[in-house]
Structure formats: C-alpha cells, structure tokens
C-alpha cells in the first residue's frame, strides 16, 4: 500500500509516470449552446452521451470528449455573463492530439480547483467551426463542487481581468454532465 504525500506534486514530475511519455493533446474544440427552446435537454443530453459523443472517439486524434451544464445553481454563481455568452447552458470540450502555459498557478492555488488548462483561439480547422482569433478558454478542472468554488475563483479573476489583458465574456461554473442522470443537469 502506498501512502500520500501531504502535498502532492505534479503527476508529470514523477519519474515512474513520466516513463510513459507526454500527452500528445494539441488542440481543443469547443461548442457553446443554450437550452432547447421546448425543454428537451434531457433526450439531447442522453442522445449526446450515449450515441453522438462515443462515435466522436473513431476521429483519428481524438483524445477526450465532455460535456458540462450550466444548472439554475450554476447560472446563479456567474460572475460574468455578456452577450452572446448569457445564453450557454451547454459547453462540450474534444481534446485533439500540450496546451500552452499561461501562468495558471495563481488559478490552481484556489481551493477546490485541482488544475487548469488555457487555450488560445484559432482560424478554424473545419469549415463548420467558428473563427476563434483573439479569443481564450480557460477551464479549471475541479474537485468541489463548482458553485461552491466560483465565489473563491472571483477575487483571483479580478485581479487577472484588471491587468486589462482580459476581457471577460463568460465565467461561469458548470457541471459534468452525468450518464443515465439526464433530468438532474436540466437548465
């Protein structure tokens, strides 16, 4: 049995891991969506889990697909919501074989944020997909709950946002979209 450090470091620095090679994770894609205008989340959240995102993993590259919701608590912890950004109830991410480092660590040292990853905008690689230049993603992945996080996630983007680099759109904490438990994440 092996025992935990107090204060873990990153997975990357640990030798027996690192035998295993770097990520090849090079690209992300990103969909934003609101809620069906006659309230079937649900059938699409459960079509989109079980059928569409499963067959997305024959793209050659593809690395990870998810799907996260913006439930009525999750809209209420906004901290900024503009147009055309205040109408996303729906956020999917395909990762696509290392994002650049953007100084994230002032992010990660907020409790309840367990890691982060920036993306940078692009000139579309499909003719379906939007232009992008210009624009940033920044997705902190969790380990509390995501309302409970926001709050504490609020002074720390001031500061970024006030650096005047940033111009914020949309900051809004989500929830991973749980198989089989499609009326819970309902917008």
């Given amino acids: 049995m092996s025992s935990i450090p107090e204060v873990p470091e990153a997975s990357d620095a640990t030798p027996a891991i690192g035998e295993y090679g770097q990520g090849d994770v090079a ?6 969506s609101r809620r069906h205008a006659e309230g079937h989340d649900a059938e699409y959240l459960e079509w989109h889990m079980l059928d569409h995102l499963p067959e ?6 593809l690395r990870l697909g998810q799907r996260w919701v913006s439930t009525p608590a999750c809209r209420q912890a906004r901290l900024v919501s503009e147009a055309p950004y205040a109408d996303v109830d729906h956020v999917v991410q395909h990762l696509f074989a290392e994002p650049v480092d953007v100084g994230l660590d002032r992010l990660v040292d907020v409790p309840g944020v367990a890691g982060a990853w920036c993306w940078a905008g692009a000139t579309p690689r499909h003719e379906r997909l939007d232009a992008t230049e210009g ?9 509390a709950p995501a309302v409970e996080v926001a709050p504490a996630l609020e002074p720390v983007l001031a500061r970024r946002w006030a650096e005047g680099t940033l111009v914020p759109l949309l900051a809004a904490p989500l929830e991973l979209v749980t198989p089989g438990q499609w009326d819970r994440h309902r917008p």
Avoid at 56 to 61: F, I, S, T
Avoid at 135 to 143: E, H, N
């Fill in 27 to 32: 690209a992300s894609v990103v969909s934003m």
């Fill in 135 to 143: 624009l940033g993603l920044t997705v902190c992945y969790l380990d």
């Fill in 56 to 61: 997305q993993y024959r793209l050659p590259g």
